[in-house]
């Protein structure tokens, strides 16, 4: 009982907990990120596994910092086109009144054309309007599980081709020489923490159905992006504030961010983890 006692509260029991949706998304408040434990880390890998999204609020770090916090999360993922020079393991996000395009103005799940897509994105947002600039998130879990029982089963044979080309035809060549990846996953995978199923075909990334003619993979990516977009109750949305990170499992969500706010500026970093490549488990 002593042991018991003394045992030191885990995160989630010293944070102020509250969920946003029932299919995805918490905030947990009283939660210093730069000085939680390994424990605490693992604990918070399993939570945003099951929760898709999970928002801090008055995060106050450098990017160094917050770039070595990302790290203790997994490996870091350098962005194949626009990663930051001085920072390769580091994203920025900005638009203010000289932008022509804000990052993420369609659903998608991050750069989900690599090999081994990014698994855990962690951006931390340094300024925002005086209003607009949430992020929309939403469950695959709850996507693929609210389609019908044969559709659902249909799913399951196929796979699809994700190309990077796709969100930067016309300005990739300008970024770099390389070719952008294209690679082929499971159009439903298994998240390796929860093995629970998850849609994971985007607007973002990918290009076709492998195997179905072209009018075919039309018809139906744009039915699972419909999915997606209309069914609001799978959807949370983000309100940013100053110092806020939030974190999301690109494996098992998509974002949306809305650029509501132009001319003012809204402005951050993203660290991403890498994760494993797609699978469908038997």
């Known amino acids: ?43 918070l890998k399993q939570l945003i596994a099951e929760r898709g999204v999970l928002v801090f609020r008055d995060q106050n770090m450098t990017l160094e910092e917050q770039i070595a916090m990302g790290r203790r999360f997994g490996e870091l993922h350098v962005h194949p086109a626009f990663a930051d020079k001085d920072h390769p ?27 081994e897509p990014p698994a855990i994105s962690m951006l931390r947002i340094e300024v925002v309007p005086t209003a607009g600039g949430d992020t929309a998130f939403a469950s695959m879990y709850a996507a693929y599980e609210g389609l019908s029982k044969p559709m659902q089963a249909f799913l399951l044979h196929l796979e699809a081709v994700h190309a990077g080309d796709i969100p930067y035809r016309g300005a990739f060549k300008a970024v770099s020489d390389q070719e952008y990846p294209v690679n082929v996953h499971p159009v439903v995978r298994t998240h390796p ?20 003619r072209a009018r075919e993979s039309k018809a139906l990516l744009e039915l699972l992006y419909d999915v997606v977009a209309y069914n609001v109750e799978y959807q949370c949305r983000v309100h940013w ?17 809305s650029w509501d706010y132009f001319p003012q500026t809204r402005s951050g970093w993203r660290v991403t983890t890498r994760g494993e490549r797609p699978f469908l488990a038997p």
């Open 1 to 43: 009982m002593q042991a018991q006692a003394t045992r030191s509260a885990s995160v989630l029991d010293r944070a102020q907990r509250m969920d946003l949706n029932n299919h995805i998304g918490t905030e947990l408040r009283g939660i210093d990120l730069l000085s939680i434990s390994d424990s605490e880390v693992a604990e």
């Open 193 to 212: 923490f929860t093995g629970r199923k998850a849609l994971y075909v985007n607007p973002g990334f990918t290009d076709k159905i492998k195997g179905l």
């Open 89 to 115: 393991e580091a994203l920025r996000i900005h638009a203010d009144a000289n932008s022509k395009y804000a990052a993420g103005e369609l659903w998608h799940s991050d750069v989900s054309c690599d090999l």
């Open 241 to 257: 504030e100053p110092q806020t990170l939030t974190m999301w499992d690109n494996r098992c969500t998509q974002h949306f961010a």
